[in-house]
């Protein structure tokens, strides 16, 4: 390791001739000399450059590219000045044109992940609260219990669902027995509702765990004066947990539709065609002959959707942490 | 929310009104709903899964019909039996090829990831740090497709589909985790630590290797461990670069078989796989706990949420 | 036809690409693609219209001669075989094996594209390859198959069926021989359902809502609306005409709806034996093969297989072909040879594939009398002049293409 180390940093230290090389971390006051910290950001940012950054570029190149004469593989055109944008447009087309028959997936994946993310919330919150500020002495136990469902495959988590949703599986009999449903739901043909709620089956562990974080974080005596000065709970809740949870709400449902709105899996076990979403489109044109532009265009769309909320979510995280600063 | 506010709200309540409505306006009751509601949460949560497992040992064929215990799929089938199966044989040592490989790259690189954001404030760290919680939220289908474009078009010649191709997308997809991990952690540990050793005449690199590290440990471990375990149920990336059936692991099986005519057999390597995980992570937890014996406070039970918060 | 895109690269522009490609991408291969014109053929080919009956096609050669006759056979070498999953008889490598001391390595690919994605770009070197006829043209056009020698392969003409003499789709046999041939139609659940419901409503029977969830069509878009023009009595399976398609989509979705079927390519022969689905369309070939895949104590006599009896309905064969990348080319065409041997191809056929080869030994009466195919299913059985009376679905250009896919596209989305 270097042992050159530079002269003190003292705050008010004479500034360093241009172009020098030694310099010092005032923020972190000791001594590192300046290559130290980007030497070890070094390693993942080329990483991320190479692994995710370059194949976002192809996928721009792809979209915007043409298709082999013989095969139709997708061939990326690699220089922005070459770029057909006629493929992009034809999938606009098939979600605001006449033949739009890929609208109604559209619109239906923005409001199964509202619905979804919505549900999230009412269940996931007042769990999250009640493990937070309630859970005493059996929060480890809870808190194992929340987590687990990371650790158990997402996929097995929706096979299990796929088992007890068949027509001769156990919700079918236990509706019979309850005289709710005398004839067995058929509720893996295509039913919104099944998708929905498989969608929030997954994805809630995603959304305790950051708003019970933000829960277990919040001043706990504010809530007591709230209560000391004769707030009702319900006025308590509203003026005084709910805008200090709000952070976390936003991390919470942030972390959990941004992935919903490429999910396509979840469709694939618990759906069928008729209630395709966004993410089938890709995986449905990925894998087929002759479509690549089209599948770049829709993951590139896809992006653009997601950019504007998730934009938004740092911007706003940001602002939240400079204000606890 | 103290313990004696609540006993004092429970003397409180004997001031005015009917029982029932009493009890309810009373805001410092034990919340019983909320109690009751985050049990049948729980309940809900977890109980299909156990239910599942429950029928990886069914006599007959079915998934969802109760024929009787046995240990059919899971070694007595000669055919379909799980330890049978060479193909389900060979996708569960894919999946722990796989996860443990992105697991020995992907932490140390996202650690010292992590430890150079947390002290590097130029602007290429915000764009770095942009970049990761971007990777980390975004869709896994679009990193999935990007990759697949890229190793089929512009690394053509040098990167071919199958494992190689996926463990560079896993580890791609992973990095995330052990950043905002050991990030988290690093957030509570302040400079002084190194600052110390330096004055004691340490260099930056033994300061850093010696007095922040070991601090770093049980975030570190934890790490690990959600790496591991989140790699091996990952399916989307792992899919789209898959090349022949020996590179298609566990989660990839259970996908094609789902959507075909499963068996239990598929029930009995799932939670194979559950419990490789659950392994993984009680290792890292003991562990853990080993490491940060003079750092836990006292409170039961803190172990496992200071684990959960690394 | 080259789109406008294709049309606009000039000379000047070729080198800009191709320095912006050294620049972008440190491969040769990828600079020699960028030298040839992205969106162009590679030179010296013509694009081949697709083979009709009507139109048959003679492939060029492109100036390359077959290997020699006398060339002496790769004996200890391991010839590389490419093929779907479980589409030969193990029984049968071993016995090639043993007659001709040449070993064999199976490797498989999950569908059609990545085997050929992976055959252009070099990763796998296969010595046979398994093709349907409406990627020859392409393959040929692409220079990724060498022309076979017929002195090697006697018992093409010697065994098989007269109609596959000089097919309309490779004249002279240049580069394929025929693997074997399948029907399409519907196989049913004969526990469940009437034979003489089926007889009487044919294709129908699969819109019929009394069977909601029980219904599978296949996940292939040729397939499907294929056999969705089939039942609006629209004939040509290799149509270009939009209100056609469209009729057919519509009547798809149609279907979807009316009976929420699963579109999956494997129902035939997963959930329709294990009786979670009653009504699948199916490949004549997955039928046979379900009397392996019914579970034990079930007997054969629940399958049924309907196809229409004017014999009129879609009908296909698959080939073999030799890679032109063939590291043991005197190899691969022994195995060929061997294959077309009528002991071996029936074995194949009986013991394991449930594919029928159209070898003249075959007698269609016989193997229902003899228990290779189940007697319930009849109609599996494929005759010669199937491919008279019935139609195939056979290669499209591109914008054809991609108005099939656009169809199938609208079905499966849920539009």
């Not at chain 2, 289908?141 to 010649?157: E, H």
């Not at chain 2, 995330?176 to 600052?195: K, M």
């Not at chain 2, 996908?255 to 239990?264: L, V």
């Not at chain 3, 097919?167 to 394929?176: A, S, V």
């Amino acid at each position: 390791m270097a042992s050159t180390v530079q002269e003190p940093a003292l705050p008010d230290a004479p500034p360093e001739p241009k172009g020098s090389k030694v310099a010092h971390e005032e923020s972190s006051g000791v001594w590192y000399p300046k290559w130290y910290w980007p030497s070890f950001a070094g390693p993942a940012t080329i990483w991320l450059a190479i692994f995710f950054i370059l194949p976002l570029y192809v996928v721009l190149s792809v979209a915007f590219g043409t298709s082999d004469p013989i095969f139709g593989a997708p061939l990326p055109v690699y220089e922005p000045w070459y770029w057909s944008s006629s493929s992009f447009v034809h999938v606009i087309g098939r979600f605001f044109g006449a033949a739009a028959f890929w609208q109604p997936a559209l619109l239906r994946t923005f409001v199964f992940v509202f619905l979804a993310s919505l549900l999230c919330l009412l269940i996931g919150f007042p769990v999250a609260y009640y493990v937070a500020r309630y859970g005493g002495k059996h929060k480890g136990l809870y808190l194992l219990l929340l987590v687990a469902p990371f650790w158990i495959s997402y996929l097995m988590r929706i096979f299990a669902w796929q088992s007890l949703l068949t027509s001769d599986g156990i919700v079918n009999s236990i509706l019979r027995i309850l005289h709710i449903a005398p004839n067995p739901i058929d509720w893996l043909s295509g039913k919104p509702i099944t998708v929905i709620l498989a969608l929030v089956y997954g994805y809630i562990p995603y959304l305790i765990l950051p708003v019970y974080a933000g829960i277990d974080r919040m001043n706990v005596s504010l809530l007591e004066a709230g209560r000391d000065l004769g707030a009702s709970p319900w006025q308590t809740f509203r003026r005084v947990t709910l805008p200090q949870s709000k952070q976390a709400i936003l991390a919470g449902l942030v972390i959990v539709s941004l992935p919903m709105f490429g999910d396509y899996y979840t469709n694939d076990l618990m759906g069928s065609p008729k209630t395709s979403m966004f993410g089938n489109l890709i995986d449905k044109t990925i894998t087929q002959q002759g479509q690549g532009p089209r599948a770049g265009s829709l993951v590139l769309i896809l992006m653009v959707i997601l950019l504007i909320p998730m934009a938004y979510y740092l911007r706003s995280t940001r602002r939240a942490a400079e204000g606890e600063a | 929310m103290s313990e004696i506010a609540i006993e004092r709200g429970a003397e409180r309540s004997t001031e005015r009104g009917s029982g029932l409505g009493r009890w309810l306006r009373n805001p410092w009751r034990r919340p019983v709903f909320l109690a009751g509601f985050t049990w049948a949460y729980l309940a809900w949560s977890i109980l299909p899964v156990l239910i599942a497992i429950l029928f990886s040992f069914n006599a007959g064929r079915s998934r969802s019909v109760w024929q009787g215990f046995s240990m059919r799929w899971w070694t007595g089938d000669p055919n379909d039996a799980l330890f049978h199966d060479p193909a389900l044989r060979q996708a569960i040592v894919q999946s722990l090829r796989l996860s443990f490989i992105t697991m020995i790259i992907a932490v140390p690189l996202g650690t010292m990831f992590a430890i150079a954001l947390d002290r590097w404030h130029g602007r290429p760290a915000k764009t770095a740090n942009f970049g990761m919680l971007f990777s980390f939220v975004m869709p896994e289908i679009i990193l999935g497709v990007s990759l697949y474009l890229l190793f089929t078009n512009l690394f053509k010649g040098f990167v071919h589909l199958g494992t190689g191709a996926q463990l560079l997308g896993l580890i791609t997809f992973q990095l995330s985790y052990p950043v905002i991990i050991v990030r988290a952690r690093l957030l509570t540990i302040g400079p002084e630590y190194e600052e110390a050793a330096m004055d004691l005449g340490a260099t930056p690199g033994q300061a850093l290797w010696r007095a922040l590290l070991p601090l770093l440990f049980p975030a570190i471990f934890a790490s690990f461990a959600i790496t591991f375990a989140d790699t091996i149920d990952d399916f989307v990336t792992v899919n789209y670069l898959a090349s022949t059936a020996a590179s298609q692991p566990l989660s990839v099986k259970i996908y094609s078989a789902a959507r075909g005519s499963p068996t239990p057999a598929v029930n009995a390597a799932a939670t194979f796989m559950l419990i490789s995980t659950m392994m993984a992570i009680g290792v890292g937890f003991l562990i853990y706990r080993v490491f940060s014996r003079g750092q836990r406070s006292g409170e039961a039970g803190a172990g496992v949420t200071d684990f959960v918060n690394a | 036809m080259p789109s406008p895109t294709e049309r606009r690269f000039s000379r000047r522009q070729f080198l800009y690409r191709a320095a912006g490609a050294a620049v972008a991408v440190p491969t040769l291969s990828a600079i020699l693609a960028a030298c040839a014109k992205p969106g162009q053929l590679p030179s010296g080919v013509t694009l081949l219209e697709p083979a009709r009956q009507d139109r048959p096609v003679t492939l060029p050669l492109y100036g390359r001669e077959p290997i020699a006759t006398d060339a002496p056979l790769e004996e200890g070498a391991t010839l590389q075989i490419y093929n779907w999953d479980s589409y030969l008889y193990k029984k049968t490598l071993k016995e090639f094996t043993a007659k001709y001391g040449v070993n064999i390595e199976y490797t498989t690919y999950n569908n059609m594209e990545e085997g050929i994605q992976k055959i252009s770009t070099g990763q796998i070197k296969p010595d046979v390859f398994w093709t349907d006829i409406d990627k020859i043209n392409k393959l040929v056009m692409a220079k990724l198959l060498q022309p076979l020698n017929h002195d090697l392969i006697p018992n093409l003409e010697k065994n098989v069926w007269p109609v596959y003499q000089n097919p309309f789709y490779d004249q002279h046999w240049r580069y394929t021989v025929p693997y074997v041939t399948w029907t399409t139609g519907v196989g049913y659940r004969r526990d469940h359902i009437d034979d003489a419901e089926v007889a009487a409503k044919g294709y129908d029977i699969l819109w019929d809502p009394q069977y909601n969830g029980k219904v599978s069509i296949y996940d292939d878009y040729r397939t499907a609306l294929g056999m969705s023009l089939l039942k609006n009595g629209i004939y040509d399976l290799n149509t270009g005409s939009e209100a056609d398609l469209k009729l057919a989509a519509d009547d798809l979705v149609r279907l979807l709806d009316a009976t929420n079927a699963r579109v999956s390519i494997n129902a035939s022969y997963s959930a329709f034996p294990a009786d979670e689905i009653w009504l699948s369309q199916a490949w004549s070939g997955d039928m046979v093969g379900d009397q392996y895949y019914l579970p034990k104590g079930v007997p054969t006599s629940v399958l049924g297989y309907w196809y229409p009896k004017e014999r009129n309905g879609e009908v296909n064969n698959d080939t073999m072909v030799i890679p032109a990348s063939a590291q043991h080319p005197v190899a691969a065409h022994t195995f060929i040879n061997f294959m077309l041997d009528k002991k071996y191809a029936f074995e194949n056929f009986a013991d394991w594939v449930g594919y029928q080869p159209p070898q003249n030994s075959i007698n269609p009466t016989e193997l229902v009398a003899d228990g290779v195919v189940p007697k319930t299913i009849p109609e599996a059985v494929v005759r010669q002049d199937d491919f008279k009376k019935g139609h195939l679905l056979l290669e499209l250009n591109r914008d054809t293409d991609q108005l099939w896919f656009d169809a199938w596209d609208q079905v499966t989305s849920g539009g």
